[in-house]
């Protein structure tokens, strides 16, 4: 599906105080930003937000970070948090997931959320999927020990992937699903996406895995 520019999104962002344009300067040092000592969880490939302001406003003693590199749709986040009192404990970055070692020290993060990621479909791409073990040794290299990564899609050859990428890896996978929203012990307290209520609502299963470093 073609991305549907946004005229001036960039320059909209820069005027954001959510959203951190020289996260390189923080790496090692993300007290600064939020002020505080609290855990970080981050989102890769957030879309709109809504997963992670959710997750923002029910857990203030979480400082999240999401992580998006189309302007276009991190605008659509930002916008949502226009009119409504101060979120301290979420900020955006407009960058893209290749660069994370540069803006994180090794085992500054404690959880990573990936939701509904580009399946990447041809074989050529595989090392595209956020779920690929290119990714998987650069979240190794920001996750604390023990840190967990969270996997949820609607797509089931992505999943399958993503089940062996991690199999095949350090990682330890914790529990796996292929229709959370049938399964009571994952889908306690689940936080749903804007695709995830799309998809559901059409009658797919959802798929979701948690691995931990």
Request: glycine share 6%.
């Amino acid at each position: 599906m073609r991305l549907r520019n946004v005229k001036g999104a960039r320059e909209l962002l820069a005027k954001s105080s959510y959203v951190v344009a020289e996260p390189e300067i923080y790496r090692g040092n993300w007290k600064r930003v939020f002020g505080n000592e609290n855990p970080i969880h981050m989102e890769i490939g957030m879309g709109k937000g809504k997963f992670l302001l959710e997750l923002a406003a029910l857990h203030p003693e979480i400082n999240y970070i999401g992580v998006e590199m189309y302007a276009s749709v991190l605008i659509r986040a930002v916008q949502k948090l226009e009119g409504i009192p101060e979120i301290p404990n979420i900020r955006f970055l407009n960058f893209p997931a290749e660069h994370l070692e540069a803006f994180f020290a090794p085992e500054e993060v404690e959880k990573i959320y990936l939701n509904f990621s580009d399946p990447w479909p041809k074989a050529r791409h595989a090392k595209r999927r956020l779920t690929s073990p290119v990714f998987l040794k650069k979240y190794e290299k920001v996750l604390k020990q023990e840190g967990v990564l969270e996997f949820k899609t609607d797509n089931r050859d992505l999943f399958e992937y993503s089940l062996d990428s991690i199999k095949e890896s350090s990682w330890g996978l914790l529990e796996y699903t292929f229709d959370l929203h049938g399964d009571k012990a994952m889908s306690q307290g689940n936080v749903m996406t804007e695709y995830e209520q799309k998809f559901s609502g059409q009658g797919q299963a959802i798929c979701k895995l948690a691995a931990v470093r």
